[in-house]
């Protein structure tokens, strides 16, 4: 059976990809900087504002304790593995390729914050009256999404296994 190649299964459009989304992650980050007021709820539509804070350590603030080099380093190691898991991973399976590019866009992204600054800028907060989301940003969501495009991939996989023994 030949295996045919994804678009994020390419070095170039995969580099691209996650060129173009740190480079969107960065802007989005310094126009939060220069125009967001400080830990001070904008409403854009109910349950949903703009609040710039900072970060110290890894999502939802874990880790926030360690020493900055430590949270770079553990940053570098998650991009490492997930090139490895990408250059592992069968050329055809768009999903999971697509779900490594975001990942590394987003460590990148926040990793970026954590050299220049030694925090991550946050700015977008989901809340109730009585609940409030952990803030985030663009980065965090391209990690998020990304790792769901992984666990599609993976539920893909497992029922073109079972159709097979069928």
Sequence with gaps: MIESKTLFSRPLPIAIFI??????????????????????????IPMLALYRTYNYGVAFSMLSG???WFIVGIRLAVVAFVLW????TPKDRFFAHLGYAMIIAGA????VDR?????????????????????????????????????????????KARSLKL
């Design 19 to 44: 060129l173009v989304a740190l480079a969107t992650d960065q802007l989005l980050k310094y126009l939060v900087e220069a125009f967001l007021p400080f830990q001070e709820a904008v409403p854009v």
């Design 66 to 68: 360690m020493e900055g």
């Design 85 to 88: 898991l990408w250059r592992r």
């Design 108 to 111: 990148l992204g926040n990793l």
């Design 115 to 159: 050299l220049l600054f030694g925090y991550v800028i946050d700015y977008i907060l989901f809340h109730t009256a009585t609940w409030s989301f952990a803030v985030f940003n663009l980065a965090d969501s391209f990690i998020t999404v990304g790792a769901g495009a992984i666990i599609l991939d993976e539920l893909q996989q497992a029922k």
